[in-house]
Antibody, heavy 119, light 107 residues
Framework: QVQLKESGPGLVQPSETLSLTCTVS????????VHWVRQFSGKSLEWMGR???????SYNSAFTSRLSISRDTSKSQVFLKVNSLQTEDTGTYYC?????????????WGQGVLVTVSS | DIVMTQSPTSMSLSVGDRVTINCKAS??????VDWYQQKTGQYPKVLIY???NRYTGVPDRFTGSGAGTDFTFTINNMQAEDLAVYYC?????????FGSGTKLEIK
């Protein structure tokens, strides 16, 4: 069955880089896009970026050049890197699969990983 | 960026009530609005995609409508298990953007 699982450090120091991994199973990264979405304090959601099935990337410009998404298709993993972390980056980070059928909704999500930015 | 203005912020309801949540986009998004349900401690789950299409397995008491800038999400005959926060999201243009959420509580 389709599964996504985020992994990475739960605590990051301010100004450092956050590195998260989304490991997927039950589908191929060369057939489906994967998005990263984050959530602050259990409420507002923010779309961060997308790794397309062809390897192209789309980013939320709000992150300027702080954000990088990559993948390793042989390991079924998508990676998220966010530079220059601030306390405002504290939140739960999710990866989610884009549906097929030509629509852009997220049909499967990971459980999320809570990231706290604090010294 | 497209702003999704969602209302109301919260609702206090009884089982069996009809629930209506609205989302207004700051510019036209066609029919590219999706609705998600998030229960406490869980990830969001899609209920409605492309404004009015019910996702697989979603009960028919959940419906969506709208196009352009104005969208509505309705729960008919609300059940206790529907207690959650509901979000709209526009997927018409990047960056995808979410509404601020509507929290449903039992009266």
């Amino acid at each position: 069955q389709v599964q996504l699982k985020e992994s990475g450090p739960g605590l990051v120091q301010p100004s450092e880089t956050l590195s998260l991994t989304c490991t997927v199973s039950g589908f191929s990264l060369t057939s489906y896009s994967v998005h990263w979405v984050r959530q602050f304090s259990g409420k507002s959601l923010e779309w961060m970026g997308r790794m397309w099935s062809d390897g192209k990337k789309s980013y939320n410009s709000a992150f300027t050049s702080r954000l990088s998404i990559s993948r390793d298709t042989s390991k079924s993993q998508v990676f998220l890197k966010v530079n220059s972390l601030q306390t405002e980056d504290t939140g739960t980070y999710y990866c989610a699969r884009n549906s097929d059928y030509g629509s852009n909704y997220f049909d499967y999500w990971g459980q999320g990983v809570l990231v706290t930015v604090s010294s | 960026d497209i702003v999704m203005t969602q209302s109301p912020t919260s609702m206090s309801l009884s089982v069996g009530d009809r629930v209506t949540i609205n989302c207004k986009a700051s510019q036209s998004v066609g029919s590219n609005v999706d609705w998600y349900q998030q229960k406490t401690g869980q990830y969001p789950k899609v209920l409605i995609y492309k404004a009015s299409n019910r996702y697989t397995g979603v009960p028919d008491r959940f419906t969506g409508s709208g196009a352009g800038t104005d969208f509505t999400f309705t729960i008919n005959n609300m059940q206790a298990e529907d207690l959650a926060v509901y979000y709209c999201m526009q997927s018409n243009s990047y960056p995808f953007t979410f509404g601020s959420g509507t929290k449903l509580e039992i009266k």
